[in-house]
């Protein structure tokens, strides 16, 4: 099993509509994760972090699930602007220094 | 605040060229300091990670070496490129312990032809 992994997608989805992308972990002590949103031949910026309680962040929630080891980003009235490479990262117990990211999900927003 | 400058943007080299990949960081002292690289359609990948002044830890076997000169100067470099050395060139810096978040430069695209 990878240590992140992630559906590549491409999603395609409509402007206003309703998107959600699942990440699961292999790392069961794994501490602390992490939405990042990578634009074309940018470099990636953190979107926000991921608590186990949930969290929320205008449009967009994330959500952690250690029994099933995965998270969820939840992205609600998409807007055009949206459209990018949505990457998860996990920081694994362990590993103080070092971040381990999927490979991300292409998110795509049509008018 | 925090700022982290990383240059060039694009590179194109001949194979067997050397490389020199700097980053900077301002606004903060003693950052962890991380380079990664970024192949088309691929994942980030961890290459060099450094916890303070002359301490650099390689993840992977690779053509490539850093060092930190300076408590927040980050160098990438290669004697001789090769072909699979293409690819998105990013540095990063994270804060001190509890602080896990990485934020990263706007990277160097490098092309070996």
């Known amino acids: 099993r990878k240590e992140v992994e992630q559906d590549p997608g491409p999603f395609n989805v409509p402007e206003g509509a309703t998107v959600a992308f699942n990440c699961t972990y292999s790392?069961?002590?794994?501490?602390?994760f992490f939405w990042y949103r990578q634009d074309c031949r940018k470099e990636p910026k953190l979107l926000m972090s991921?608590?186990?309680s949930g969290n929320e962040d205008g449009r967009f929630t994330a959500q952690l699930n250690r029994a099933s080891q995965y998270i969820s980003l939840l992205i609600r009235d998409s807007k055009l602007s949206d459209s990018a490479t949505y990457l998860c990262v996990v920081n694994p117990r362990g590993s103080n220094y070092k971040l381990t990211f999927g490979k991300g999900t292409l998110l795509t927003v049509n008018p | 605040s925090q700022t982290i400058h990383q240059w060039p943007a694009t590179l194109v080299q001949p194979v067997g060229s050397p490389l020199s990949l700097e980053c900077t960081v301002e606004?903060?002292?003693?950052?962890?300091l991380y380079w990664y690289r970024q192949a088309a359609g691929r994942g980030l990948q961890l290459l060099f990670y450094?916890?303070?002044?002359?301490?650099i830890s390689s993840e992977v076997p690779q053509n490539l070496s850093a060092s930190r000169p300076q408590d927040r100067q980050f160098i990438l470099s290669s004697k001789k490129l090769l072909l699979s050395d293409s690819g998105f060139y990013l540095c990063a810096w994270r804060g001190g312990a509890g602080d896990e978040k990485l934020f990263f430069g706007s990277g160097t695209q490098l092309s070996v032809l």
């Open positions: 790392n069961s002590a794994s501490q602390s």
């Open positions: 991921v608590y186990s």
């Open positions: 450094s916890v303070g002044i002359g301490q």
């Open positions: 606004g903060t002292s003693n950052p962890n």
